[in-house]
């Protein structure tokens, strides 16, 4: 029975690479999202409520990519929406979790393999910017200043996070709820950044601190 499911896959693939060079893959069959013009969306990544997630021309959703516009699980309803710019790519792995919130991603940005986005605040991501790999957005905190009660049950605070226009985010770095970086922001690989990041600033570090402007003689 083995041999007749792998053979069955490659048909499949097969009709699939078919279908893209006859004009493109149309739909997701396994949400029955729709495909965007020049799009695709690979059958083995994860749309949790097609209809709250909004892609422009060109994105592409690559494989085991989850993008999930509800709350906790079991994700019995809806709740928020994700938007992706044109030509953008979701690559292998990635987390986009709504939590109620609205995660916008601008045209021309790569979120490489394993990132997570929480979006419980909103998470908006100007373009042409790139998340590196295990890159973790968070756009809420627990409140905890009560230690006479479970940090479950103080509820969150949900500032949002910005990110401007043409910023790197390097592997492995946390962006934290209430953080703004503005555009041309370098962060490097690994910082914890806490604070507001100035246009074209350099962060590094734990906690994430500025180390260098961008820009002719700096």
């Not at 790197?168 to 953080?179: P, T």
């Not at 962060?203 to 260098?212: L, M, T």
């Given at each position: 029975?083995?041999?007749?499911?792998?053979?069955?896959?490659?048909?499949?693939?097969?009709?699939?690479?078919?279908?893209?060079?006859?004009?493109?893959?149309?739909?997701h069959?396994?949400s029955?999202?729709d495909?965007?013009v020049?799009?695709?969306?690979s059958?083995?990544?994860?749309?949790?409520?097609?209809?709250?997630?909004?892609?422009?021309?060109n994105v592409?959703?690559?494989?085991g990519?989850?993008?999930?516009?509800?709350?906790?699980?079991?994700?019995l309803?809806?709740?928020?929406?994700i938007?992706?710019?044109?030509?953008?790519?979701?690559?292998?792995?990635?987390?986009?979790?709504?939590?109620?919130?609205?995660?916008?991603?601008?045209?021309?940005?790569?979120?490489?393999?394993?990132?997570?986005?929480?979006?419980?605040?909103?998470?908006?991501?100007?373009?042409?910017?790139?998340?590196?790999s295990?890159?973790?957005?968070?756009?809420?905190?627990?409140?905890?200043?009560?230690?006479?009660?479970?940090i479950?049950?103080?509820?969150e605070?949900?500032l949002?996070?910005?990110i401007?226009?043409?910023?790197?985010?390097?592997?492995?770095?946390?962006?934290?709820?209430?953080?703004?970086?503005?555009?041309?922001?370098v962060?490097?690989?690994?910082?914890?950044?806490?604070?507001?990041?100035?246009a074209?600033?350099v962060?590094?570090?734990?906690?994430?601190?500025?180390?260098?402007?961008?820009?002719?003689?700096?």
């Open positions: 029975m083995n041999w007749i499911r792998r053979g069955l896959k490659k048909v499949y693939a097969l009709g699939l690479r078919l279908a893209w060079y006859l004009g493109g893959q149309k739909e069959l396994r029955g999202k495909v965007p020049r799009g695709f969306i059958e083995d990544s994860f749309l949790t409520f097609p209809k709250s997630i909004h892609l422009g021309e592409l959703i690559m494989s990519a989850r993008l999930i516009c509800a709350g906790m699980p079991p994700y309803q809806p709740a928020g929406t938007e992706i710019g044109t030509d953008s790519i979701i690559r292998e792995g990635a987390i986009l979790q709504t939590y109620g919130g609205v995660i916008r991603i601008g045209q021309n940005c790569t979120i490489n393999p394993y990132c997570m986005i929480q979006g419980n605040g909103g998470v908006h991501i100007g373009d042409n910017s790139l998340i590196a295990h890159v973790c957005i968070y756009s809420a905190n627990h409140r905890f200043s009560d230690a006479s009660n479970p479950r049950a103080q509820g605070t949900c949002g996070v910005r401007g226009s043409d910023v790197w985010i390097g592997g492995g770095a946390i962006i934290l709820d209430g953080v703004n970086i503005g555009d041309g922001a962060i490097a690989a690994g910082a914890v950044v806490t604070q507001d990041v100035e074209k600033a962060i590094a570090g734990v906690p994430g601190r500025q180390v260098a402007l961008r820009g002719p003689g700096k």
